[in-house]
């Protein structure tokens, strides 16, 4: 605080105030009360000059401060002002000052009655017409602003979600939101500055002609025409010189509250929106039609109606003038961009050159449209915003050929028809149908497909062909593609989006996780992982409390993936069958999960390995019971022990896919089951037939 103040600048504040406070109190010569009246007027014209000239409300945000201390000054001037018209006003004008004298005698002709008629309509103007109608707006203002507080800080937290603003950007907007609160809520109470100054102005008026009237003839003896002549036309400029300002920062706070934010100032604002030429045809159409009324000054309205046709036609020829496209700098021959070599983009969609104009803007962008709509869908598959895709041209690739690289490394492409339309054989086509066209492969699913013509869509949908145009067999292929690498689209940047959406109601919950214990790198890696076993995250809520347990006992990364899966378990089991159904399992021999946890480790993480030759007869006998169950009903889970379960999960992640591996940790305590089968022991597939208790707990299935 007192470094602050030791600055100059961080004084002139305060003591200008102590300065007008003064200014009620100490008698004050009139030539200083005349330099205080000048610097009033300038101040009203320069805060009448920012306010027209800012672009937006808040770039004069210290408005109200302002109107505050130029009210105070106002009303100091007016008390040190009485003190001298009533003091040496029975020695005429010149007593109170020169500018007190010029507005009593210059501006109304020396007749008070003028003066006093000119001060009244001008109290009029700024109390019932300026300061009302401000006032009304700022309360209006006011009140749609702090209504509109939430959704405004919700679409600043959608848009730092959608990756659409950094956090600084975040940070900035929520300030500027705040900010706008709190000014229109100070122009709300400022306003009422206004409407006291314009009241107090009318009574020191009534008391300078009273008291100067009786002082006049009881104290210095003058006549009821000499004391009117002399105090009530000085009471009268007095007054004139006040109101001046007070109309000039009323017509300030009235042009910042009904401000429009734009990056033009009023004057420009205004201007563009007159500058439509339909605005002043019908202008000059009714002043030359009033012109053409009797008794009407013609002189005056014709040459009007002139000059608005003349604006018309000016403005007309302005609009209809093309408008010079600039020439794009010639580029460097010698210069090479970085992104002529880099691609900073995580998944990009390479085109040859005749698919190019899947992506034109002039035809509507198809392609666009729908990758946009394959982006959003595996975001909410995933629970993250997925980062966004980039489409360019590859003059390597064939005409007709697409990629699509992930990391700059290839995930797939195919051949598509631009011109023509996919049509799918997915097993409900006839035999001896009768459709023509290219064979091909849907490179989604690998169905059987042709190639046809668009008019030949009506006759393949008859004949039991599912019909899609190019971009949406790219789309396709496209989601099908990174639907299976979550863990390879989610990076620290989207973790940050996650963890500031979970702040906004749980900021305690995150802090007990990152940025310590666990630093975003390895909170990244533990959702990674998370994604790669089949856990979502879109409710990032009970995986942080998870963690946040977690970690009082351990940073290890396989552990805590272990503890969140446990905590999960209802969440894991919920995808494989529905609540209260049972849940279709796979065990493994006592003795060959044994030999499994007991055998080989892998030295970096401590994880069993297993041997080669056992691995594909495990995941060869997996693979033949998921195949073997009637379809529709849930895929069978592998129920192992907690240490077993990583190295089965992977090894099944690559022969039955299908198949979950769970450890008996992570089934819930009331989650019925049904054994399907037990892998191991002599004859490698012993059956177990299934349990009939409807409500069987996990540990009675697994012990019978």
């Avoid at 969609?349 to 990758?371: M, N, Q, T």
Wanted: net charge negative.
């Amino acid at each position: 605080m007192l470094k602050r103040f030791s600055k100059p600048a961080a004084l002139a504040l305060p003591a200008g105030i102590l300065s007008l406070i003064l200014l009620m109190i100490v008698p004050v010569p009139t030539l200083l009360l005349d330099v205080f009246f000048v610097l009033n007027i300038a101040l009203s014209v320069a805060v009448l000059m920012a306010a027209l000239n800012a672009e937006k409300p808040l770039d004069f945000s210290a408005f109200p401060s302002v109107l505050l201390f130029a009210t105070l000054l106002r009303l100091s001037l007016n008390v040190a002002s009485t003190r001298v018209v009533l003091v040496n006003g029975h020695e005429g004008g010149a007593a109170a000052g020169k500018v007190i004298e010029a507005f009593g005698e210059f501006l109304v002709g020396g007749n008070f009655a003028v003066g006093l008629f000119v001060f009244l309509i001008l109290v009029i103007i700024n109390m019932v017409v300026v300061t009302k109608g401000a006032g009304r707006v700022s309360e209006v203002s006011a009140r749609f602003t702090l209504d509109a507080l939430p959704g405004k800080q919700m679409a600043i937290d959608a848009d730092l979600a959608a990756g659409l603003l950094t956090a600084e950007e975040a940070k900035a907007r929520r300030k500027e939101v705040a900010t706008e609160a709190d000014f229109y809520g100070a122009m709300d109470g400022s306003s009422k500055f206004v409407k006291g100054d314009a009241i107090a102005a009318l009574l020191i008026l009534a008391v300078n002609i009273i008291a100067g009237f009786i002082l006049g003839m009881v104290s210095h003896g003058l006549s009821a025409s000499e004391a009117a002549q002399n105090y009530i036309t000085l009471a009268v400029g007095d007054a004139l010189v006040a109101q001046v300002p007070a109309l000039l920062l009323s017509i300030a706070a009235a042009a910042i509250v009904t401000r429009v934010s734009d990056n033009r100032d009023l004057s420009g604002q205004i201007g563009s929106q007159f500058a439509g030429p339909s605005t002043w045809l019908p202008v000059a159409v009714v002043l030359a039609a009033m012109g053409c009324i009797p008794a009407m000054p013609q002189s005056i309205f014709f040459p009007a109606a002139a000059g608005a046709f003349m604006l018309y036609r000016k403005l007309k020829a302005r609009a209809e003038r093309p408008v010079p496209v600039a020439e794009p700098p010639a580029p460097d021959p010698g210069r090479i961009a970085l992104e002529d070599v880099s691609d900073h983009t995580l998944v990009t969609i390479e085109l040859g050159y005749g698919l190019v104009h899947l992506v034109d803007d002039k035809r509507g962008s198809p392609l666009v449209a729908r990758i946009t709509g394959v982006r959003k869908q595996l975001s909410q598959t995933f629970g993250f915003i997925v980062p966004q895709f980039r489409v360019r041209d590859a003059l390597e690739l064939p005409p007709n050929d697409y990629r699509v690289l992930l990391g700059g490394v290839p995930l797939g492409g195919a051949t598509v028809r631009a011109d023509k339309v996919l049509a799918i054989d997915a097993g409900d086509a006839r035999d001896n149908h009768t459709l023509a066209g290219e064979p091909t492969t849907d490179p989604s699913f690998g169905c059987p497909a042709l190639w046809i013509d668009p008019g030949q869509r009506d006759h393949a949908v008859a004949e039991g062909f599912l019909t899609v145009d190019p971009g949406t067999v790219i789309a396709t292929h496209l989601n099908q593609l990174l639907g299976d690498r979550p863990q390879a689209l989610l990076g620290p940047d989207e973790v940050r989006a996650i963890l500031d959406g979970v702040k906004e109601h749980a900021a305690g919950l995150v802090e007990t996780v990152t940025p310590a214990p666990l630093s975003l790198a390895a909170l990244t890696r533990l959702l990674r992982t998370l994604l790669e076993e089949g856990v979502p995250i879109g409710h990032p809520l009970p995986i942080l409390a998870s963690l946040s347990q977690a970690v009082q006992v351990t940073v290890e990364h396989e552990r805590l993936v272990d503890m969140v899966r446990a905590d999960l378990g209802g969440l894991i089991v919920g995808r494989i069958c529905a609540p209260g159904e049972r849940l279709p399992v796979l065990t493994l021999d006592a003795s060959l999960e044994q030999a499994i946890v007991q055998g080989l480790h892998d030295p970096t993480t401590g994880q069993p390995v297993i041997e080669p030759d056992l691995a594909r007869a495990i995941g060869e006998r997996v693979a033949a019971i998921v195949a073997s169950q009637p379809p529709g009903g849930p895929p069978p889970a592998l129920i192992v022990q907690p240490r077993a379960r990583r190295a089965l999960a992977q090894l099944l992640r690559l022969r039955a896919p299908a198949c979950t591996v769970l450890s008996i940790a992570e089934l819930p305590p009331a989650q019925p089951i049904e054994v399907l089968s037990v892998i191991g022991g002599e004859a490698l597939a012993p059956e177990v037939p299934a349990l009939s208790a409807p409500h069987s707990t996990p540990s009675e299935e697994l012990a019978a």
